[in-house]
């Protein structure tokens, strides 16, 4: 879900959003603090966390971001390595680094079909993550908007012929991808650490997962997402279980050399 | 002219310690120095050659474990044991550069990413080499002396010393690079990589050789850290965020000029630490709002704003 | 007869199914101006491209007094003799006009010094000297072209390669230019030059090739070439063909 959320963004505007995994953060902060303070079932509360997400989307996007994007790729790459640093940071000063966790109570006892353990958290959040990808797909197949949102991704310059106003779609698209990555966040909250600086490796693992797919291409994303994740179970047992992580990057660095556009996406020249 | 203020602030740094004593300061400039020998490091390859590289933290961990390991289990003098660890990380240099140089642009520096966490994970699980995520510790360091004078470790002052000669060292090292045919050769390869091909440059060669000078010189910076902090871990010295430090000192301060790091460690790092020194924590927030201030109103950093003025003033070509 | 600088044999390159250059062969001598024309779509640049080892060819050879290029890469062709400019001319932008020539000359003189003193020659006799220290974006369009003929003979080229210098330029322009090809030619360098406005390079090339699809479909001097129908045809179409044939 997180990476069908930036390979949209890269998709559409050729920026790579390194600030992604701070969102994602953000979102799980969101999620902690729901419950927190509000005494809100964090799964309940991605309702009030995804629009926002959004909406803080579109600000960045309408006065942060727009000006970079015609430095080039490179700039808005390392403009938004140092959104993503600020955003960290003043989390880290905000609410200090200790690790925290979302403690549910009807999450102790784990499901357990076909014999294999699944933590009741995370099941919920597989679930909901697919509804929520297949509400993105039906979105973008079936809706106008979402339908401009493709094919600014597929060909910007012939989306602006046909009338598409691409600025605005771009605000969407970006939008869209923090709300994502703000769901995301929401979802794994119960699962995971948190920590101010989860960011930093969630977006690399993300990264790895939009590139397997093929940037710019959502079936891809999901497609990449699901073979991480078997990649580094199959690795784990297979291999050895320290480089599971290792595996992520080796298959990232190769697809990148042999296969740039990813399983199916358009790649770029 | 610029003769003379190369004297001046030669013989600054070198009086600097008698006239500031105030631990903390002095820790600053050392600081301060490191940053710039690792803004440096990175300027050659990301600043004059165009290649962004997030990885650049590799080269560093390689030349402070090896520098490290050489101490440790060789009885090897950290003094050539640095040399050798700036050689190490050009080494790997090498094969890193086969893989990722066949990428352009954002994908080199995703590549280069991906790179130095694989080796980041590597060095957490190798543990017969790196001891693994526990690190390596050094009690003691050698006993040595220097004009006679025995070298007190304790204090900050000799460190001091060994810092400005390596970060002067490289400065100057990469002033000579931007005069040389080389130095030309990288700036074309920033520029147009085709055209660059077209005139006749071997631009796989200018790159793997911009490559070797920027890992060396890191990996120099990571000897020198592992001495200086004398306790090495994979996540401190392989971590995501040193890169993206050195990246964010050499833009700041100014691609493609030598004085560039310099502005730009003083400037982030001098906020940086004195910004934890009271909160702790939260010090690279500079980093990134000044990142982000760069790119959007002076791409060419701090000190090539600078120079830009310059030249419009006096209408001369400046360094 | 004077020996050959370069010679083509049999040189294809075909993209997915379609073939753009079809079993080329042809001929340059030393010292000569040589036209390539055709119409758009032709494959005239694709051969620079082949020549100058920017593509592979599928087939065939590039030989440059007498030895086999094809495999090497553009720098190494450039080493051997070859420059060549740019249809969409494409100077180091961020880089002075200085910056730009004597990165070339690095080719042949390593010492900074020497490299510039040679590269401010060549911006001399290009016209450009009171530009010299000009970044190359904020030069004219025809001041860019210049450039990139200054920085082309940088290189120390014994073939050069010019890809339509005339694009863009007025007719006094088009005089100029040809005048200035003229000189390149008198200085010993022999010249390939692709071009559309037909009126200069008709008047100026030693011989002329002409190519459609891909293929030779005539070679000879200016006059022979303007004549021959097949050139015809392949400009102006049938009707005209039979046109003439009458």
């Known amino acids: 879900m997180i990476g069908v959320g930036l390979t949209i963004v890269f998709g559409v505007m050729r920026i790579i959003n390194m600030a992604h995994g701070d969102i994602i953060m953000l979102g799980m902060y969101g999620a902690f603090w729901a419950h927190y303070a509000w005494k809100i079932d964090p799964f309940l509360s991605i309702i009030l966390w995804v629009p926002a997400g959004f909406a803080g989307g579109v600000l960045v996007y309408r006065f942060l971001l727009k000006k970079i994007v015609p430095a080039g790729e490179l700039n808005t790459l390392l403009y938004t390595a140092g959104l993503s640093l600020f955003i960290a940071n003043l989390a880290l000063l905000i609410w200090k680094g200790d690790y925290r966790t979302i403690k549910l109570s009807y999450a102790i006892m784990p499901l357990r079909p076909f014999g294999i353990s699944v933590p009741i958290p995370l099941a919920i959040a597989f679930v909901m993550a697919i509804l929520v990808t297949a509400g993105l797909y039906w979105f973008l197949v079936y809706t106008d908007t979402g339908r401009a949102v493709r094919a600014t991704s597929q060909e910007p310059e012939a989306a602006a012929l046909m009338g598409i106003s691409v600025g605005r779609i771009s605000m969407v698209t970006f939008g869209l991808g923090t709300a994502l990555a703000c769901g995301a966040g929401v979802l794994l909250a119960p699962s995971l650490y948190l920590y101010p600086t989860v960011g930093e490796i969630l977006v690399a693992k993300c990264f790895v997962i939009v590139v397997l797919g093929g940037l710019g291409s959502v079936p891809g994303a999901i497609a990449g997402g699901v073979l991480l994740g078997l990649a580094e179970s199959l690795g784990a047992v297979y291999v050895s279980v320290p480089y599971k992580d290792a595996i992520g990057f080796v298959l990232f660095l190769l697809v990148l050399l042999f296969r740039p556009a990813g399983l199916f996406g358009e790649g770029k020249s | ?159 001091y010393y060994i810092i400005a000669v390596l970060a002067v060292g490289s400065l100057g090292s990469v002033a000579m690079l931007a005069h040389s045919r080389l130095g030309a050769y990288l700036l074309a390869v920033r520029d147009d990589i085709d055209t660059a091909e077209a005139i006749g440059i071997n631009t796989a060669q200018v790159r793997v050789s911009a490559l070797a000078l920027s890992a060396f010189l890191a990996g120099v910076g990571g000897g020198f850290y592992a001495m200086y902090l004398r306790y090495v871990d994979p996540d401190a010295v392989f971590s995501i965020a040193l890169s993206v430090e050195m990246v964010f000192i050499a833009v700041v301060g100014g691609l493609t000029t030598v004085i560039g790091p310099l502005i730009g460690a003083v400037f982030l790092v001098t906020l940086g630490e004195t910004f934890r020194s009271h909160f702790l924590t939260g010090h690279l927030i500079f980093y990134g709002l000044f990142m982000m201030v760069a790119i959007r109103y002076m791409p060419e950093g701090i000190w090539g704003r600078l120079r830009l003025i310059f030249r419009n003033r006096s209408g001369v070509r400046n360094a | 007869m004077p020996e050959a600088m370069l010679e083509l044999k049999g040189l294809s390159r075909s993209f997915g199914g379609l073939l753009a250059v079809s079993d080329l062969s042809f001929t340059v001598e030393k010292g000569a101006i040589i036209g390539l024309i055709g119409p758009n779509g032709a494959g005239k640049t694709t051969v620079f491209n082949l020549v100058a080892g920017f593509l592979p060819p599928s087939a065939g050879e590039v030989l440059l007094e007498g030895k086999d290029l094809v495999g090497l890469k553009p720098h190494a062709v450039t080493r051997r003799g070859i420059a060549r400019t740019f249809q969409i001319v494409k100077p180091f932008r961020n880089l002075s006009v200085l910056e730009n020539v004597t990165l070339a000359a690095f080719l042949r003189f390593p010492m900074r010094r020497q490299a510039e003193a040679e590269a401010a020659r060549l911006i001399e006799k290009m016209g450009l000297k009171d530009k010299i220290k000009f970044s190359a974006n904020d030069l004219t369009l025809v001041d860019q072209k210049r450039l990139e003929i200054a920085r082309a003979l940088a290189t120390g080229p014994k073939l050069l390669l010019l890809d339509e210098p005339m694009g863009g330029l007025n007719a006094t322009e088009v005089d100029l230019a040809t005048l200035l090809i003229r000189d390149i030619c008198a200085d010993g360098v022999t010249i390939i030059w692709v071009e559309h406005v037909l009126r200069a390079i008709m008047n100026t090339s030693h011989r002329v090739i002409v190519i459609n699809y891909g293929e030779k479909i005539a070679d000879g001097t200016p006059q022979e070439v303007v004549e021959n129908p097949n050139v015809i045809a392949a400009y102006l179409g049938k009707r005209a063909r039979s046109h003439a044939a009458d």
């Open chain 2, 1 to 159: 002219m610029r003769f003379i203020l190369i004297l001046v602030a030669l013989a600054a740094l070198l009086a600097a310690p008698w006239v500031i004593t105030d631990p903390f300061y002095v820790h600053l400039m050392i600081m301060v120095l490191m940053w710039t020998l690792l803004g440096a490091s990175w300027n050659v390859l990301g600043g004059f050659a165009g290649q962004v590289s997030f990885g650049h933290s590799a080269f560093l961990g390689v030349g402070a474990y090896a520098t490290m390991i050489l101490y440790l289990n060789l009885g090897l003098s950290p003094w050539y044991g640095i040399v050798i660890g700036g050689l190490a990380a050009a080494a790997i240099a090498l094969p890193i550069g086969l893989v990722c140089f066949r990428l352009r642009g954002p994908y080199f520096a995703l590549s280069t990413l991906a790179v130095a966490e694989i080796i980041r994970l590597v060095a957490l699980n190798w543990e017969s080499l790196t001891n693994g995520p526990v690190g390596l510790l050094i009690t003691t360091l050698p006993p040595v002396t220097f004009a006679g004078v025995p070298v007190d470790w304790e204090s900050k002052t000799p460190f």
